[in-house]
C-alpha cells in the first residue's frame, strides 16, 4: 500500500479495494454507509461519494467531467462547473472542489491534497463562484439538500434580498437592521410559495436565479408587482399577478427553464382573492403580532375558531379599503365572551362565534365593515 493509499484509510469504515470505473483506476470503498470513489492523481487524491443511490454509470460520467481541471495547480476556491448528462439521472452539473475545499477531507492529512467532485442540478449553482457562496446551498442546510443522495430531487436556489429600507423582518440580520449585508441563499419555492405571498406591507424583495435573472416583488393586496429583469436584457418585463400564483409562473425558470411570457399572461387574469390582512393575539400560543399579515379568509376564518378563549387574546382584521373589524375575548362571570367591534368610533358589542364569523367573510367578500348589520351596540 502507498503512502497516499494509507492515509486514504485512516479512519475509514471499511477498505478502499481495487477498481476500474469507465477509463479510471481505482479505489472503492462500499460499506453500509455508503460508496466512496478515489482515484489517486499523483499526489492528489480526487473522491466522490454517494450515500444513497449509488450508480457506476453516474461515477464515471463524474470522473469523467473534470479530468481536464483535476491537475491544475490553479484551483483556488473557485466552484469548478462541468456539464454532465446522464440517462434517468436528474442533476445535470459536476462540481469540482479544489484542495483546501472539500467537505470529505476537512480535518484530515489529504486536507491540501483532496479534491472532491459532486452531482448537482445547474439551478443549484452559479458557475465561477466562490465556495463561500456555494456552501451554505449545497454542502450546507440552506437548500435542504442531501449531496451524498443521488437519488434525490433538484432544489433550485434564489439568491434574495430585501430591497425596502424597513427595519427587521424577513432577510434581515435582526429586528432593528435596515440593510441586507449579502443575498440570503434559500430554496426558490419556499421564496415563491411562501415568502411571497406573505411579504408584509411596504415590504419589497429581490429574488434572483443562478443565471442572474432578477424578479423585483411587492405585495399589494392581493397581488405581487413588480418587475422581471432577464439576464443580458435591458428593459424589465412587468409583472402583475395574484400573490399565490409565483409558483407556477416563475418556479420552472427557477428551475433552468427559458422564461415562459405567456403563462405570466395568463396568470395575470386571475380573479381577486377573498382575503384580509390579519393581526393575532393569543398567548397560549405564543403570536404577538406587530403587523398586519395576509391571509385568506378561510385562514381567518379557522383563527376565529382556534383562538383561545382567553382575557386579551385579540383578533384584528382589516379590509381591502381599510376597514377594520377586531375582537377580543373577555372575562365575564359566565365566562369569557368575545367582544367584536370596529375602532374610530369605538362600537360594537358582545357575539357568538358565528355573528363574528359572519363579519369577517362580509369583510373579506364585499370590503365593508358591517358591524351596523348586528344592532344593539354600544360606543365605547
Known amino acids: 500500500m502507498t503512502a497516499i493509499e494509507d492515509l486514504i484509510q485512516q479512519r475509514r469504515p471499511g477498505p478502499a479495494v481495487p477498481g476500474r470505473i469507465g477509463r479510471h483506476d481505482v479505489l472503492v470503498e462500499a460499506t453500509g454507509f455508503g460508496t466512496s470513489v478515489y482515484e489517486i492523481r499523483g499526489g492528489r487524491v480526487l473522491t466522490l461519494r454517494a450515500n444513497q443511490g449509488y450508480r457506476e454509470d453516474v461515477a464515471a460520467a463524474l470522473l469523467d467531467a473534470v479530468d481536464d481541471l483535476a491537475d491544475a495547480d490553479d484551483l483556488g476556491s ?30 484530515t492529512p489529504l486536507a491540501d491534497r483532496g479534491l472532491q467532485v459532486i452531482p448537482v442540478h445547474r439551478s443549484e449553482v452559479v458557475e465561477g463562484e466562490e465556495y463561500e457562496s456555494f456552501w451554505p446551498g449545497v454542502i450546507g442546510k440552506n437548500l435542504g439538500i442531501r449531496h451524498h443522495d443521488w ?31 449579502k443575498p440570503a441563499l434559500v430554496k426558490a419555492e419556499s421564496v415563491l410559495r411562501r415568502d411571497l405571498p406573505g411579504l408584509l406591507s411596504g415590504v419589497e424583495v429581490s429574488a434572483m436565479d443562478v443565471r442572474g435573472h432578477d424578479l423585483r416583488l411587492r405585495r399589494e393586496w392581493d397581488r405581487l408587482r413588480g418587475t422581471l429583469l432577464l439576464s443580458g436584457a435591458t428593459e424589465a418585463v412587468e409583472v402583475d399577478i395574484p400573490r399565490h400564483a ?36 393569543d398567548a397560549g400560543r405564543r403570536r404577538h403580532d406587530n403587523e398586519d399579515h395576509p391571509a385568506t379568509l378561510d385562514e381567518c376564518l379557522r383563527w376565529l375558531r382556534a383562538l383561545g378563549h382567553v382575557d386579551g387574546n385579540f383578533l384584528v382584521f382589516a379590509g381591502r379599503s381599510g376597514g377594520i373589524v377586531q375582537m377580543m375575548w373577555q372575562d365575564g362571570p359566565d365566562g369569557p365572551r368575545l367582544w367584536l367591534e370596529t375602532p374610530n368610533p369605538s362600537r360594537g358589542r358582545h357575539v357568538t362565534l358565528d355573528e363574528a364569523e359572519r363579519m369577517i367573510t362580509i369583510l373579506a367578500r364585499t370590503d365593508r365593515v358591517a358591524v351596523d348589520d348586528l344592532g344593539d351596540l354600544e360606543t365605547v
Open 78 to 107: 473557485t466552484v469548478w462547473v462541468r456539464p454532465l448528462d446522464v440517462p434517468d439521472f436528474a442533476l445535470d452539473r459536476a462540481v469540482l472542489l479544489g484542495p483546501g475545499y472539500t467537505d470529505f477531507f476537512d480535518r
Open 246 to 281: 409565483a409558483p407556477d409562473v416563475f418556479g420552472p425558470l427557477f428551475g433552468g427553464a427559458d422564461f415562459d411570457p405567456a403563462t405570466l399572461t395568463a396568470a395575470a387574469a386571475g380573479p381577486p382573492e377573498e382575503m384580509l390582512e390579519m393581526r393575532v393575539n
Open 151 to 181: 437519488t434525490r430531487a433538484p432544489a433550485p436556489r434564489a439568491d434574495v434580498r430585501r430591497l425596502d429600507s424597513g427595519a427587521g423582518g424577513l432577510y434581515r440580520h435582526n429586528r432593528r437592521s435596515r440593510r441586507s449585508a
